[in-house]
């Protein structure tokens, strides 16, 4: 018996969802498993192949770098393109900008240096120090990591910048939605004790479907009363935030911190 013995948690997340589901039932949870995305394979990805073509195009003067990753993937999928030596040589020549630890390990991994590192691994504190560059009339490219983030981009374009967004791991609707129907059913009838999320295009597309459903007051209704909704991190926990859903997340911004916080939060 363990701590989750007579918990049942729904995951939505696609990436790493065995690990995640691994780690719960070793605990005793029951895992509902309900993806409301998929990853769009990296070598289809035409938009991300015609992106890499305008960043080896010409060089960049400062790269973002958002997750680490992503950045794998991106670099990987440039090598499966034979685009990988043009794309290391012209990150080489520009000032990398990186959100913490893990995308430095990421960079440095392909044998180049970061130029600075957020502390605090947030996109504004990478972002506000990249727009402290004077960025008018450069090329600057960002490593995006499965949405937009167009408050910042946003903002670069304003400052005079010249914008390459590069979206490795875009997620979309999965094909079968059952799983997450049946989650959402499992939530009204009170069968399911928690949520836990690790992606804010998880927690919005559910919502979405409860809307499309008709019955998006119920379940948020229901999520807000009897259902404890645990989020990776802030930006992950912003659509339920905005419908005044209250949700837990851990200090840090790991799968294994959240798994710790479920326990913590369920156990006995």
């Keep these: 018996m363990g701590e989750l013995s007579g918990s049942t948690i729904g995951i939505t997340a696609e990436r790493r969802a065995e690990e995640f589901i691994g780690a719960l039932e070793r605990h005793g949870a029951t895992v509902w498993h309900a993806p409301t995305i998929t990853i769009v394979p990296l070598p289809d990805d035409e938009r991300l192949r015609a992106a890499t073509d305008e960043v080896v195009a010409a060089d960049v003067d400062l790269a973002a770098i958002t997750t680490g990753a992503g950045f794998r993937g991106w670099l990987e999928a440039a090598d499966g393109w034979g685009r990988g030596e043009r794309l290391l040589g012209t990150l080489s020549r520009a000032r990398l900008f990186v959100r913490g630890p893990k995308a430095k390990g990421a960079v440095r991994g392909r044998g180049l240096t970061e130029a600075w590192s957020a502390p605090g691994e947030t996109n504004r504190e990478l972002f506000d120090r990249v727009l402290a560059e004077d960025v008018r009339g450069r090329r600057v ?43 959402i059913d499992g939530v009204l009838a009170g069968e399911v004790h928690a949520l836990a999320f690790t992606s804010a295009p998880a927690t919005a597309n559910l919502l979405t479907l409860a809307r499309e459903r008709g019955c998006h007051q119920e379940f948020v209704a229901a999520l807000g009363e009897r259902v404890l909704c645990a989020c990776v991190g802030p930006v992950t926990a912003a659509p339920l935030t905005e419908l005044g859903v209250p949700t837990v997340q851990p200090q840090r911004q790991r799968l294994g911190a959240l798994v710790k916080l479920l326990v913590a939060e369920l156990g006995g």
């Design 141 to 183: 490219a960002v490593q995006l990591h499965g949405q937009p983030l167009p408050e910042y981009t946003g903002a670069l374009r304003e400052a005079g910048a010249w914008v390459v967004e590069v979206q490795p791991y875009r997620w979309q609707w999965p094909e079968d939605l059952r799983p997450a129907g049946r989650l």
